[in-house]
């Protein structure tokens, strides 16, 4: 009896050992935030999941848009409670000097990619590392009109060759709507920037009874179509080609686009740093991964050999040199920045 008294400390302390490994194993994780919908379910099936298997770090995914990233990530540093680890940034976001008030400076973590062979030369920057390119661009039903397809945002509006209900998107991110706008009121490609923001709200005032949907988020522009609330309208490439993949008559036109991009930011603060850039990591060095979720969303990876693993389909669909060159229109990022708060006081004055 003696001896099981004295052994009874012994089990104790090994349950409490045990216990406590398994909440050190629970807690090992990362939290990001993503759009939701199939952007989230391709991110998660080709690389979220993946790298849980590979590394034991299990990878929590939050909603929101665009805009509530940025409003969420600002609101956490300032208050000191940072409760996710990274997120995607616009591209033209991740440039300006504010997201370097609420991001972590990459420049150490991405001093072993910068001499990668494989991968584009801003890969990995000290705002951020590259997740994607994609576009921006007019999207339509190719069933709808009888005069032919629409090629350019002049031709969005245009009632009368191709009828029936438009979408743009509204969020804090306006330019691509009044840029589309001044597009289709003449302005040369080579001279949109700086954009003239009366010109633009003047035009859209033209079409604004036809726009059947204001969309928010990208799965908003995607139930939209499926619902047949508008027969075109500017949505991402990654949501359009989501719609073809569901066997969707659905087409859309390199000539009226704008080129974006997203880019991995970890927030300043974020509990879980070391996993973060262990995420990102994995997305860098794995090319195969790139591929698969660029086959899926339809999307340029970073790694040139990610290109190389994706379908010929695939491939022929992405914007392309002679693209950018000719039609795509390559956005000022840095006066975007310098005028991001002019363009949203007007706009919101402007929808409302």
Not at 323 to 352: F, G, H, Q, S, T
């Amino acid at each position: 009896m003696k001896r099981r008294t004295e052994m009874k400390p012994f089990l104790l302390a090994a349950c409490l050992m045990l216990g406590s490994l398994g909440v050190a194993q629970a807690e090992e994780q990362v939290v990001i935030a993503t759009t939701g919908g199939a952007y989230d379910a391709a991110l998660r099936k080709f690389w979220f999941e993946p790298f849980t298997q590979a590394t034991g770090i299990k990878v929590v995914s939050v909603a929101a848009t665009n805009a509530e990233m940025r409003a969420k990530a600002a609101a956490m540093v300032k208050t000191g409670n940072v409760t996710w680890d990274l997120y995607p940034d616009g591209e033209i976001q991740a440039s300006a000097e504010t997201h370097r008030l609420t991001s972590e400076d990459l420049s150490d973590f991405c001093k072993p990619f910068r001499a990668r062979p494989d991968l584009v030369e801003d890969a990995c920057i000290s705002s951020g590392a590259r997740l994607f390119s994609t576009a921006t661009l007019m999207a339509y039903d190719p069933t709808a009109f009888k005069a032919g397809n629409p090629s350019s945002w002049a031709d969005m509006w245009d009632q009368t060759r191709f009828p029936g209900g438009r979408s743009f998107p509204n969020f804090d991110d306006p330019w691509r709507v009044m840029a589309a706008a001044l597009l289709a009121d003449g302005v040369p490609r080579d001279t949109l920037f700086p954009l003239d923001v009366d010109r633009a709200l003047r035009k859209l005032d033209e079409i604004r009874p036809a726009i059947s949907l204001w969309w928010k988020t990208g799965d908003q522009s995607v139930q939209g179509f499926r619902n047949g609330d508008y027969s075109i309208g500017q949505i991402w490439l990654t949501r359009a080609n989501t719609l073809k993949a569901e066997g969707r008559q659905i087409a859309w036109s390199k000539q009226a686009s704008f080129l974006v991009g997203d880019r991995l930011t970890i927030i300043k603060g974020a509990p879980d740093r070391a996993n973060a850039e262990k995420l990102i990591g994995y997305w860098l060095d794995h090319p195969e991964t790139q591929a698969r979720v660029c086959e899926e969303l339809l999307c340029t990876p970073p790694s040139r050999d990610a290109i190389g693993l994706m379908s010929p389909a695939a491939r022929s669909a992405l914007p392309s040199d002679e693209d950018i060159r000719d039609y795509i229109v390559v956005p000022d990022a840095k006066w975007i920045n310098e005028n991001a708060a002019m363009m949203l006081e007007r706009w919101n004055a402007w929808i409302r």
